[in-house]
């Protein structure tokens, strides 16, 4: 049976009662009601349940959050014991046990390598918002130890959120480059992820970011990069090398390091950080998305001690050095309690141990998948895979992911990149079930536009 030959039709009213009020991110809403969106109602594992208790695999881990599995009692439980106790407090003037505990956490979890060590956490509400937190604290602190630098290096294909900072060093021409006249001073530098740029792509890349800093180094705060993997780029993966160079030109230069995990952290790449395929440390390092396995919102920048110590100061002392910057709900107690559980899951059960065997796997069931004639490239990091489908019309990525959503797995694509991200604990089963249903909905979009 596929998914539009079920009876019953709640999803129909809902869908309209969306469309009356609702406008949705990332959105086309012209096209909303006519693509029939899911009404999610429930979710378990790693499977979301709609209104009609259809399921779906979730195949994208609800926008690379989840680790565990949606629901997981543990998760559960620790945020409902967290709302018997406190719900909110301001950690403008306090703190909490839960928001200590996982600042604690944080850092003994943080990547080590040729780079300082990563001794404080600020926390931030989304990804986003923890790369304005960092950019902020770069410029600062360039303002603080000699002169205000007001560049970044950013990298082309880059995505870093949506806030204008974050915007700003972004590379993504279709999400950005509308808002270009708003934004911050930053120079781009080819991507080493850029397949355009030909094998030689790593070495491009390395070039281009040594000659910017040779030209601009004086006036750059901070080079920012997505580490290893540019994802919403369309799952774009790169030499270690890269880093490492990154490493040393920042360094060379009295620029910041910034390494932004939202994306690669907790797992996602097979090991903790992707930083530690590089065996680089970053002097500030920005999460979010899988720190609460994808529960509530909460991200974090990670600071190394010499960026920190550049923020104090005591009253008399010149200038008050203080980072003035944060949010009403900066370190929510339930956000933290669920972020210690899900990392006190993963850790017990060696999550990203198998987050490693689950990229492996994957990758070893899509290979076959290679050589079909619609299939331009796969490609990634360990959970994080990009299956890029060749053009043949406006839509293929999406016709692609309908065609898979009818047959129970829930995939979104970026352009023409279906991306195939799943949580980390997916079961053998259920991993045969995502790849089967994946070739089978590519298969399907051929056919018909073959037809056509
Ligand atoms: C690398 C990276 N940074 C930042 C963000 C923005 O995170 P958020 O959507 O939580 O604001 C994303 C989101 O995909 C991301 O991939």
């Known amino acids: 049976m596929t998914i539009s030959d079920s009876a019953s039709h709640n999803s129909t009213s809902w869908v309209a009662r969306d469309a009356a009020s609702v406008w949705h991110p990332f959105t086309q809403h012209a096209t909303w009601v006519d693509d029939e969106p899911t009404v999610v109602e429930r979710a378990e594992g790693p499977w979301l349940i709609d209104v009609d208790g259809r399921r779906y695999l979730d195949g994208v881990s609800s926008l690379w959050t989840t680790t565990l599995g949606h629901c997981h009692p543990e998760v559960n439980a620790a945020i409902t014991a967290q709302l018997a106790k406190l719900d909110h407090t301001t950690f403008l003037g306090t703190t909490h046990t839960p928001g200590i505990e996982l600042a604690e956490t944080l850092i003994a979890s943080a990547p080590r390598g040729d780079g300082p060590e990563l001794t404080k956490v600020f926390y931030a509400g989304d990804g986003s918002s923890a790369v ?47 808002y270009r006249p708003l934004l911050l001073e930053t120079v781009g530098v080819p991507s080493p992820g850029d397949r355009a740029l030909g094998e030689d792509r790593n070495a491009t890349a390395v070039a281009a970011l040594r000659s910017v800093m040779r030209a601009h180094g004086d006036e750059v705060c901070a080079v920012i990069v997505e580490p290893m993997i540019q994802g919403a780029a369309g799952m774009f993966d790169y030499d270690a090398s890269f880093l490492r160079a990154a490493r040393e030109l920042a360094d060379a230069h009295g620029a ?80 933290c309690a669920a972020a210690l559980a899900n990392l006190r899951v993963m850790a017990e059960q060696d999550v990203v141990g198998q987050a490693a065997r689950l990229g492996e796997r994957l990758r070893k069931l899509l290979e076959p998948l290679a050589d079909h004639e619609q299939v331009a490239e796969i490609r990634g990091l360990g959970t994080m895979i990009g299956v890029e489908v060749r053009p043949r019309s406006a839509r293929t990525g999406f016709d692609v992911c309908q065609a898979a959503r009818r047959r129970g797995v829930w995939l979104r694509p970026l352009g023409d990149t279906v991306i195939v991200m799943p949580p980390l604990t997916l079961a053998e089963a259920e991993t045969d079930l995502l790849v089967t249903a994946l070739a089978e909905a590519i298969d399907e979009v051929r056919t018909a536009e073959v037809r056509a």
């Open 132 to 178: 304005e937190a960092a950019l902020k604290i770069a410029y600062q602190y360039s303002h603080q130890t000699g002169r205000a630098r007001p560049k970044f290096v950013r990298l082309q294909h880059a995505y870093h959120g949506d806030t204008l900072g974050a915007v700003a060093v972004g590379g993504h021409d279709l999400f950005h480059a509308t």
């Open 256 to 335: 910041l390091l910034i390494f932004d995990e939202v994306a690669t952290g907790f797992g996602r790449t097979g090991t903790m950080w992707a930083a530690e395929h590089a065996g680089v440390a970053p002097d500030l390092l920005t999460c979010g998305k899988g720190i609460t396995g994808g529960y509530l919102p909460l991200s974090a920048v990670l600071a190394a001690e010499h960026v920190y110590d550049a923020f104090l100061a005591r009253p008399g002392d010149t200038g008050p050095r203080t980072f003035f910057h944060g949010h009403t709900y900066t370190g929510n107690p339930l956000c």
